[in-house]
């Protein structure tokens, strides 16, 4: 068999400008398109890398925070319950004082109040008992029991002490109104003239006198002058004995120590 190279020369030279159409115009292009395809992806990887980091970072950052937050959140729930639980104790405690000084108050007042309940009752009955006293040695007194009263003021105006005397007798020398002699009843002229008499001579002086009546005096006679005044008369010794009974009672109404209080220590000198 004969080779025709004319025809092997030609058809070896179309399968180059084949070769190199195809290459020049076909698969170049495929090639670039491929590389640009690749490009791309890679690019579009690199962006989907880069938002999945971003998106991780962000993750973390909104894990971080929320994890902050949850522990500021307990913090907070902790300290309002430690807050709650301290204003509750001091509101306890406020309103346990405060129940405290209440009571403690009102045990007081009860204490006055029986107190002073008593000491009224005391005064009262204290006054009840020295008026009817006093009435029923009023309506004892007699004419005669006047007269031995009148013997027994004498006897006093005649026992006086040096100073009590000296005052009484300026008193009665200076005053420029008659002394006064008060008695329960009408003393007779006797006695008058006694009491006269002795003032007379226990002064040395002429003094003047005016009797008078007074129906409050119990058993007793008086003698006034300038503002001095001697008496005897059993309205004194009720008197005294009236108010030693009231200083009795008032020392009585003293309010005692209570136990838990201490006694002052005594300071040696």
């Known amino acids: ?3 025709d190279w004319f025809t092997v020369g030609a058809q070896a030279l179309n399968f180059l400008i084949l070769v190199w159409l195809l290459r020049r115009f076909l698969y170049k292009p495929i090639l670039n398109a491929i590389d ?5 992806i890679a690019t579009e990887l690199a962006d989907a890398a880069a938002k999945k980091a971003e998106a991780k970072k962000e993750r973390d950052d909104f894990q971080h925070k929320n994890d902050e937050f949850d522990q500021q959140r307990a913090a907070l729930l902790t300290k309002a319950t430690d807050d709650a639980k301290a204003e509750r104790e001091r509101l306890l405690d406020e309103a346990r004082k405060a129940a405290d000084a209440l009571s403690a108050k009102r045990g007081e007042t009860l204490r006055n109040d029986a107190q002073h309940l008593s000491q009224a ?8 008992v020295f008026a009817i006293t006093r009435k029923t040695l009023a309506d004892l007194a007699t004419a005669s ?40 009843f009408d003393l007779p002229a006797e006695q008058q003239a006694a009491i006269q008499k002795t003032l007379n001579e226990t ?19 008086e003698l006034t002058a300038n503002g001095q005044k001697l008496a005897w008369s059993i309205a004194d010794y009720l ?31």
């Open 145 to 184: 029991l006047e007269e031995r009263a009148g013997d027994v003021f004498l006897e006093r105006l005649q026992a006086l002490d040096a100073k009590t005397k000296a005052s009484l007798g300026e008193a009665l020398k200076t005053a420029s109104e008659p002394a006064v002699v008060r008695s329960a």
């Open 1 to 3: 068999m004969l080779i």
């Open 36 to 40: 640009a395809r690749e490009k791309k």
């Open 203 to 221: 002064f040395s002086a002429d003094i003047k006198l005016r009797f008078e009546t007074a129906p409050d005096l119990v058993s007793g006679i």
């Open 121 to 128: 009752i005391s005064r009262r009955t204290q006054e009840e």
């Open 239 to 269: 008197a005294g004995l009236e108010h030693g009974v009231a200083e009795l009672l008032k020392a009585k109404d003293q309010p005692k120590p209570q136990p838990n209080e201490q006694k002052p220590v005594a300071k040696s000198k």
